[in-house]
């Protein structure tokens, strides 16, 4: 009852528990609509885009957001209601048990080093399971590469490089396996050495105890990480480069105000440079984002009450300043790009991939309209064959899956006829397509959906589920060899990453959905902003591009997922830091 009474009389926190609670409320209500349909029709879920439908739709939304912007309303208000006193007193006790509880006051280098090691040490015996590593994924594709000396861009060259370096190492020890044994452990230490660094920037930020100690826990036993931290996928060196990229622009914009020496500016190069390496996708984020932050940084301003002695921010020094960075970050990325690709005469990747969601949505349309309108329509009918034929389309789509109709889609003769009959068809059919784009990325805003974890299938047997833990086939006498030393242990983390046993744990379950991290991201960008704190805003513009990127994925994994899932708990934490910002006031209101 408070809460509702705050609300109404402060409109601001009513305006953003709502910008929260509507958004949230649209998810669950689009997210049950799909799943019901697909468990009475057993196919397609669909939302039935016809004016009843959308009506009811719309009134179902409005249901859910009110709960929704309730619970928004709790988390925005929290400390508000607190007399001056009381505030001062809670403080006052806080630094008390920082005293008690804390260790002293210690060099950054040893913190860094006590959270690596017990990182490291939490991974070892998953590690030791699963000897020499989680070979997986793109691992084979990408070894033959190396093998042939015959590269393509398709996957990024430096992590192809980077994981045939191991795979050489082992060839000259005489054993393949020893190779990726060896790899197992430098990306052990590397993702442990990246979570370190971030523990470590919320240590001497003083952020709260308890959220640096859960913080820890969830690094270090969280299995998702355990059991990625020695998988040979690119994404898990891409996901520590932008948790390091992120945290240091944190610290960029939030405590330097962009105004940096040359160091800071060779290390948010450096690290951005990397980033950008490791993803193709990335790149597309990060030059949307841009402009973006540009504009916001430009339109940040000091408040009148900002302490004598701080560091001002100066909006239009700031906005250039990171023009600057990122125009480094673009040019030597630019620079690496081309020189890798010449150095090892690779090819270009396929654009099918950029070409997921549409061919996804024209399979779809074929799947439905098999006897209908399309059928009548000659001239459609011979565009669609003439790229996507009828019979591979009737049998290979999967509405959360768009790889098996990418991969026998006619592109490469004509990509402006394929993209014309795209748009002409969903001239057509748009009801469709939202259906089949709402499908193919369900996994991405629908917290209770479980078609990630089961897209290439499920067991134990298989090694697919939640995360893919298959040993991949190599060419004779190239094999990777497993041998677990801790089979118990390999058989428990099995139940939970390929039979999803997960799926039967309450609540903690949710710790395990892709959707979980947008919401909290997105549950930040909101508490920021309702708070004024707009500078803080800044470092999640690149997660929620990067975010929208995926949206254009050919499926739903967690590992596409985890620069967020290792990310945002960090800039969350942020928010419970002991150093107070200077406030800061925008040109508009937001």
């Not at 806080?94 to 002293?104: A, F, N, Y």
């Not at 006498?477 to 030393?485: R, W």
């Not at 985890?562 to 830091?577: A, D, E, K, Q």
């Amino acid at each position: 009852m408070k809460i509702i009474e705050n609300m109404k009389k402060n409109k601001r926190l009513l305006i953003y528990s709502f910008v929260w609670g509507i958004p949230v409320a649209a998810s669950f209500v689009m997210g049950l609509r799909l799943v019901m349909q697909r468990m009475v029709f057993e196919g397609d879920g669909t939302l039935g885009f016809h004016v009843k439908n959308l009506l009811l739709l719309l009134v179902e939304i409005l249901c859910f957001s009110v709960p929704a912007a309730g619970c928004a309303g709790f988390v925005l208000s929290r400390g508000e209601d607190r007399p001056k006193e009381q505030e001062r007193q809670a403080e006052e006790k806080e630094r008390q048990e920082e005293t008690q509880l804390e260790w002293k006051v210690r060099p950054l280098w040893q913190v860094w080093l006590f959270y690596l090691a017990v990182i490291f040490a939490c991974w070892l015996p998953v590690f030791l399971a699963y000897y020499p590593s989680v070979f997986a994924y793109d691992a084979e594709g990408q070894l033959y590469q190396v093998i042939a000396g015959d590269y393509s861009t398709h996957h990024p060259l430096l992590h192809t490089l980077f994981l045939g370096a191991f795979f050489r190492l082992g060839g000259r020890l005489g054993s393949y396996s020893a190779g990726m044994a060896v790899h197992s452990v430098v990306q052990m230490l590397l993702m442990a050495g990246a979570f370190a660094g971030a523990l470590t920037y919320l240590y001497e930020k003083r952020t709260a105890r308890w959220a640096r100690i859960l913080l820890l826990l969830f690094y270090g036993l969280f299995p998702t990480n355990s059991v990625l931290a020695i998988s040979t996928t690119k994404d898990v060196l891409f996901s520590a480069l932008v948790l390091l990229y992120t945290v240091w622009f944190y610290h960029l914009t939030c405590d330097r105000n962009m105004q940096v020496v040359w160091k800071e500016r060779a290390v948010c190069i450096l690290l951005g440079v990397l980033m950008l390496l490791f993803r193709n996708n990335a790149v597309y984020a990060f030059v949307v984002s841009v402009p973006v932050l540009f504009w916001g940084m430009r339109r940040i301003k000091n408040d009148q009450t900002s302490q004598p002695g701080n560091i001002l921010w100066d909006g239009k020094a700031a906005g250039k300043e990171y023009l600057r960075l990122s125009l480094g970050i673009l040019l030597l990325f630019a620079v690496s790009a081309v020189s890798l690709k010449a150095l090892t005469h690779a090819q270009s990747g396929s654009p099918r991939e950029m070409l997921s969601v549409p061919l996804q949505q024209m399979a779809r349309v074929w799947v439905h309209e098999e006897n209908g309108e399309l059928m009548e329509d000659q001239s459609l009918r011979q565009e669609m064959e003439k790229y996507m034929p009828s019979e591979w389309g009737f049998s290979l789509y999967d509405p959360h899956l768009a790889d098996r109709v990418k991969n026998i889609a006619i592109i490469h003769d004509d990509p402006k006829g394929l993209i014309k009959t795209w748009i002409r068809l969903g001239m057509e059919y748009p009801g469709i397509y939202i259906d089949a784009f709402l499908d193919n990325s369900v996994g991405l805003w629908f917290l209770p959906d479980d078609t990630h974890a089961r897209v290439y299938g499920i067991g134990t047997e298989t090694g697919f589920g939640y995360l893919s833990t298959d040993n991949r086939t190599m060419p004779a006498g190239c094999e990777i060899v497993e041998h677990s030393y801790l089979p118990g242990l390999r058989a428990l983390m099995e139940k939970i990453v390929s039979d999803n046993e997960y799926e039967n744990w309450p609540v903690v379950k949710f710790l395990f959905a892709p959707a979980l991290y947008w919401w909290l991201l997105y549950l930040y960008v909101v508490v920021v902003l309702y708070k004024k704190r707009y500078r803080e805003a800044l470092p999640a513009v690149f997660l929620v591009v990067y975010y929208l990127t995926l949206l254009l994925s050919p499926t739903v994994l967690i590992r596409y997922m985890y620069p967020l899932v290792v990310t945002v708990p960090v800039i969350l934490s942020c928010l419970t830091s002991g150093k107070k910002e200077e406030n800061v006031k925008i040109d508009n209101k937001i």
